[in-house]
């Protein structure tokens, strides 16, 4: 009988027992290096103090990619402490349960060596307990923070009581209590100095420093390889959709409807507005058929050769107008494909999604003050100015008739009453809430120009 299948899944169990038994070390550990993370911004961007405005000489976006990355860090750590604590919580009643004195002295020695092991063990888990606490003690104030403090300083309470070392539950005592408190101290520092004299003085440090050469050329090339990521992602937005919509619109679905529609002998018309159209231009051909005959133009057709001129046009108009119809549903399918592959860059791109966000914020704040301020005139007058409503409707006129949906005039007038109020409410609220915040200058040259 051959028992290799069963060996196999002897040893798959025993594999799957193992990295359950390892959760809690796995967890703590990509924690820890997630803390580590941190704390390898903080001491070379920020002189070792927190990931904030107040520590760091930097730009907004350059601000906001390091908050980003802290998110992120804190977030692993908030994901690997449940799962430490879950995991260990699980793994550690057999070893309390089954711890049992033996009456063999090789046993007794066997345990005490374990005792040992587990003592080293839970302290060296309690210092990376501890240091974890040190980096998120200083995000305490967190939303997303808050939620982790807890979960770390009950992992402390157990660990401490498995060790027997002294220092450490002192030294856990007050990271305790410092844990328990409402306002973070560090966080609250007042400087006797005005900042911007500090940010001056740094700056000139800065400069005086003998790798600062190093430091720009470090900042040039981040410079250069975030604008290359950000326009080869643009024109991936751009290029993709567009690809995708063309080859399955003439290699997939085009063929597809061609012939259902051929099958079910589908009719010409899609819609009432393209028959209309088709009947004005049969009547408008007839009628320049009767000027040319009677202004001597054309010569003179008897009823049967007339009848046949207009039953050819009638034909050409009716395959023109299929078409027509079929392109229409045509492109419901290949705009949806089109919209699926945009969502996929976006899914599959988050990184390249925050660096071009910050390439537009460098691009948008390092405009002058006049730039922005036309920029800004020149989008409301577009899309919500006095002449706007001419352009939505034209606009609203195209997209119906490329989805081969009927006119409504109702409809079309209703969205012009409310989408361009509603747009110019979130451009003035954006001028008010961010704009006014972060350039005041341009909100007045901006209100200058506009006056």
């Known amino acids: 009988m051959n028992t ?19 959760t809690p070390d ?57 799962e430490f604590n879950a995991s260990r919580s699980f ?26 092991e587990n003592k080293d063990r839970a302290s060296l888990v309690f210092e990376k307990l501890e240091f974890i606490d040190g980096i998120i003690d200083k995000y305490i104030n967190n939303s997303r923070s808050t939620a982790i403090v807890p979960l770390v300083s009950s992992v402390n309470v157990q660990v401490k009581s498995t060790s027997s070392s002294q220092p450490h539950q002192n030294k856990g005592s007050a990271n305790s209590n410092q844990t328990n408190g409402e306002v973070d101290i560090s966080s609250e520092e007042v400087n006797l100095l005005p900042r911007s004299l500090l940010g001056t ?25 975030k604008t290359v990521i950000s326009l080869r992602f643009i024109l991936l937005l751009i290029l993709v959709p567009l690809l995708a919509n063309q ?12 012939n259902f529609r051929v099958q ?26 009767k000027f040319e005959k009677l202004i001597g133009i054309a010569p003179s057709l008897s009823e049967e050769e007339t009848e046949k001129k207009i039953t050819k046009k009638a034909v050409e108009i009716a395959e023109e107008y299929r078409g027509e119809s079929g392109g229409a549903i045509k492109n419901i399918f290949a705009d949806l494909i089109s919209f699926i592959a945009f969502g996929a ?35 409301t007058d577009v899309f919500v100015g006095f002449h706007s409503p001419h352009g939505w409707e034209i606009i609203l006129e195209g997209l119906s008739r490329h989805l081969g949906i009927p006119e409504n005039r ?35 040259t901006y209100k200058n120009m506009n006056e």
């Not at 069963?6 to 169990?13: E, G, P, Q």
């Open 4 to 22: 290799s299948p069963w060996n196999r899944f002897v040893k798959f169990l025993y594999s799957a027992n193992q990295w359950y038994r390892e």
């Open 410 to 444: 109702q409809f079309i007038f209703l969205f012009i009453a409310t989408f361009p109020v509603i747009l110019d409410t979130v451009f003035k609220y954006w001028i008010f809430r961010y704009l006014n915040r972060s350039s005041p200058s341009a909100v007045a």
């Open 91 to 116: 793994l550690e009643l057999p070893d309390r349960v089954g711890a049992k004195p033996q009456a063999d002295r090789s046993a007794d020695d066997r345990q005490h060596r374990l005792s040992l």
């Open 345 to 379: 860059i976006l899914v599959n791109n988050k990184r390249e999604i925050e660096i071009l966000k910050s390439f537009m914020d460098d691009v948008v704040y390092g405009l002058s003050d006049s730039a922005k301020a036309f920029i800004i005139i020149l989008f």
């Open 264 to 289: 079910q002998k589908a009719p010409i018309f899609i819609n009432y507005e393209l028959k209309e159209e088709a009947f004005e231009k049969l009547e408008q051909f007839e009628r320049q058929l």
């Open 201 to 225: 003085l740094n700056r000139i440090s800065k400069e005086l420093d003998p790798e600062a050469e190093k430091d720009v050329l470090k900042n040039f090339r981040n410079s250069k390889v």
């Open 26 to 82: 796995r967890a703590l550990e990509q924690a820890y290096d997630a803390a580590l993370a941190i704390k390898a911004i903080e001491d070379e961007h920020f002189g070792g103090q927190g990931i904030s405005d107040r520590s760091g000489d930097y730009g907004h976006s350059t601000l906001s990619y390091f908050k980003s990355e802290l998110q992120k860090y804190l977030k692993v750590i908030e994901t690997r402490m449940v």
């Open 247 to 258: 080859i399955s619109k003439n290699f997939m679905v085009g063929p597809i409807v061609d």
